[in-house]
């Protein structure tokens, strides 16, 4: 790290940059590093950027704010990030652009550039993905399917539609390559609209609770305006609800004798109906960030709202038990009402997963427990074929979801002994 004296020279990179209320997004998309920063931080960045010294542009903001900024933190800092680097001439700087500094000199820590994906698919054709028609043409889809399910409740499948009586292992193998495509799809949906607004993103794997999950890293939508923010956070689950009404839709006219499906391809489109279900439950777990929390947290223009409600709610478990609790008195008054009102949201959010556990989880293993035990009990001379499939089953059904249950047991557990 260079040292910042009075007369140091910087080299300020470009950066993108976004104002937002009493606060300034910073950006370098290339990277995926985008920081939070007063409007003052940003002058003095601008100061430097035109080739003042530190010290010519410290008497600048003590003659606009009457007092001397300590720059020597902040620009250390952001060298971390990659934004400044100081320059060992006296020549001055004519642009931001430190890559092109006669001195040759490289900032060693500037973060790795990011390698973004479908960065060329088309920005046309996402715009026309997500332009006003399209948006009318998925609601008047999403509202057919509503009526469809208004005039006959029965479409909605419960629990059974996961579970398979014949050809199990083979149908199960199905749904998993079906979750996959869906899963790429959602994912693939949030990058698009992201696209549509010439922001680049990336996909990865990740993990919520106990189970693995694909997600976007949409970054650099932070260098848009907030109220552009909301249709990329939105995009998967507007989607899977889109795709879900096709699926009503197609249910409706079977249930109505207009269509005919084969009793195979019936299944799994129930069984998918209940995927996308289960999915849009998903987002309604509002203790984990899920693409409904960013909705959220940047409506009321929260920054941290996920640690801030869950340090609310120990909190209030700790003053039941008399015991220590986290002081939260440095968040604005604003913020701590948005946190009084999601810490509801949170404890639904919980109550949504117990009921996706009690409802749909718990009765798909004791089923297929039940018909699978008497085939392992009969052993592998009595069916070799049955006994491998339903090993095959268990493995794919049971263990894994036996396993989450224990994890998901074990994420219920407080832990207040760690508040002071």
Not at 389 to 417: N, T
Request: glycine share 6%.
């Amino acid at each position: 790290m260079g040292t910042y004296t009075t007369n140091t020279r910087v080299a300020v990179s470009a950066f993108t940059r976004q104002a937002d209320e009493e606060e300034v997004v910073i950006g370098h998309p290339e990277t995926a590093v985008f920081l939070v920063l007063p409007p003052d931080a940003v002058e003095l960045l601008d100061g430097l950027a035109t080739g003042k010294t530190v010290g010519e542009v410290q008497a600048a903001y003590q003659a606009k704010y009457g007092e001397v900024p300590d720059l020597e933190d902040l620009l250390t800092f952001l060298e971390s990030k990659g934004f400044v680097h100081p320059q060992m001439h006296s020549r001055e700087l004519s642009g931001f652009d430190q890559a092109k500094s006669r001195t040759g000199t490289v900032n060693s820590s500037k973060p790795p550039l990011v390698r973004y994906h479908f960065a060329n698919f088309p920005r046309s054709l996402a715009q026309a993905l997500f332009s006003r028609m399209a948006m009318i043409s998925y609601g008047g889809l999403i509202a057919l399917a509503l009526i469809a399910i208004a005039a006959d409740p029965t479409i909605v499948p419960g629990w059974d539609a996961y579970f398979f009586k014949q050809n199990a292992t083979m149908m199960i193998l199905i749904m998993v390559i079906l979750d996959c495509i869906t899963l790429f799809l959602h994912e693939m949906a949030h990058l698009v609209a992201a696209r549509a607004l010439g922001v680049s993103c990336r996909m990865g794997i990740s993990h919520r609770l106990w189970m693995l999950v694909a997600e976007t890293d949409m970054t650099g939508i932070w260098s848009v305006p907030r109220h552009q923010r909301y249709l990329p956070f939105l995009a998967g689950p507007l989607l899977d609800t889109v795709s879900a009404s096709v699926l009503v839709l197609i249910l409706s006219l079977q249930q109505r004798g207009l269509i005919s499906l084969p009793p195979v391809i019936f299944q799994i489109a129930r069984a998918l109906l209940l995927n996308y279900l289960l999915g849009l439950l998903w987002q309604c777990y509002f203790f984990v960030r899920t693409d409904f929390y960013y909705v959220i947290a940047n409506f009321f223009r929260c920054k941290n709202l996920m640690k801030d409600t869950e340090v609310f709610v120990r909190n209030q478990v700790a003053r039941l038990r008399r015991m220590h609790h986290i002081d939260q008195s440095h968040i604005p008054i604003k913020e701590r009402r948005v946190i009084r009102i999601y810490a509801i949201l949170w404890c639904l959010g919980r109550v949504a997963a117990l009921y996706a556990l009690g409802f749909i989880t718990l009765p798909l293993i004791w089923h297929y427990s039940l018909s699978l035990l008497p085939i392992l009990r009969a052993g592998y001379q009595a069916n070799p074929y049955a006994f491998v499939d339903a090993l095959l089953m268990l493995s794919m059904v049971c263990i894994p979801q036996g396993i989450g249950l224990w994890l998901w047991l074990r994420s219920f557990q407080l832990k207040p002994a760690k508040l002071s």
